[in-house]
């Protein structure tokens, strides 16, 4: 097994851990507040990591992250916009799929060839976030039209986290933390901006910091993650690894929430064990 694709396994984990406590958190105070806050906890991760990785900065690899944070804060702004107008069982998939499809087009667009095993892997990503999504057998007729409005926007904010795992991908090894920092403050200020624009607070209920710096610290490790599989690995395959993050988001849902599965997501989280079990073995 490569282990790149361990790691990038890893970083699945720790973003689907970190979407569900920015999920729980978002429910006692606003999305983009919870967002925002989290970044503070999230450069604390980087800046207690950068004593024990030491590396060079390169100003190619500091314009590629800058490029990777503004896509990253705007892509948030767009996640929040597709999932206020629309349901969450249509917006998700939406979104996954997008942002899976352009960093695997840019890997294989650069030379990348898959194994068959991989591929097969890849197949089964898309499949299992869609799966994953289903809470229900289907959505009630007045929900129909919010459905097909929400597409676009959620095409959008697809594509700004597919830019945004595509331009860290360009990160070279040896740089250090310095680009994850860099990529990270550019984020928060997109954000930032977005937000007094709306003039919406800032800061959230302090009943939501916990969870909030708590999202943004396993982000931050995932971001890592991500960025050292992807320096070691297949952009297309460690992308797909990325990917199936819902899996972990449902089934911490379960767990700690006791929320009940549908049928589809069971089937889902086992082609989501299937996906990543074939791409690291491929």
């Known amino acids: 097994m490569n282990s790149a694709y361990l790691v990038a396994g890893l970083g699945s984990v720790s973003y689907g851990a970190g979407d569900f406590c ?24 980087l800046f207690a990591g950068l004593p024990w990785t030491p590396g060079v900065i390169r100003a ?8 990777a944070g503004a896509c990253g804060g705007l892509g948030a702004m767009l996640i929040y916009r597709a999932l206020a107008i629309g349901p969450v069982s249509v917006a998700s998939p939406v979104l996954c799929n997008v942002g899976l499809a352009l960093p695997v087009l840019v ?3 650069l030379g990348e060839r898959p194994s068959a095993l991989a ?24 929900e129909r039209g919010r ?27 040896g740089s250090g933390l310095w680009p994850l920092i860099l990529g990270r403050s550019v984020g928060m200020t997109v954000l930032a901006l977005g ?11 302090r009943a939501a910091w916990s969870l909030a710096l708590t999202a943004g610290a396993l982000d931050s490790l995932a971001n890592v993650a991500y960025v050292a599989a992807v320096q070691r690995g297949s952009m297309s395959l460690v992308a797909a690894l990325v990917s199936l993050a819902p899996a972990t988001t449902v089934l911490l849902a379960r767990v700690l929430l006791h929320e009940r599965w549908s ?19 491929g």
Do not use: H, Y
């Open 119 to 142: 591929v097969t892997g890849l197949a089964l990503a898309p499949l299992s976030i869609v799966l994953l999504a289903q809470s229900s057998a289907g959505l009630p007729a007045e």
């Open 60 to 67: 190619a690899d500091m314009s590629w992250a800058a490029l």
């Open 22 to 45: 920015g999920g729980v958190a978002a429910r006692r105070g606003g999305a983009a507040a919870i967002t925002f806050l989290s970044g503070f906890a999230a450069l604390a991760v």
């Open 263 to 281: 049928p589809p997501q069971r089937a889902g989280f086992a082609a989501a064990l299937a996906s990543g079990t074939l791409i690291s073995r």
């Open 195 to 205: 937000v007094l624009t709306w003039r919406k607070p800032l800061v959230p209920p």
């Open 147 to 173: 459905a097909r409005r929400v597409l676009w926007p959620a095409i959008s904010a697809g594509l700004a986290a597919g830019c945004f795992l595509v331009f860290f991908g360009r990160v070279e090894s």
């Open 107 to 109: 890997g294989i667009a």
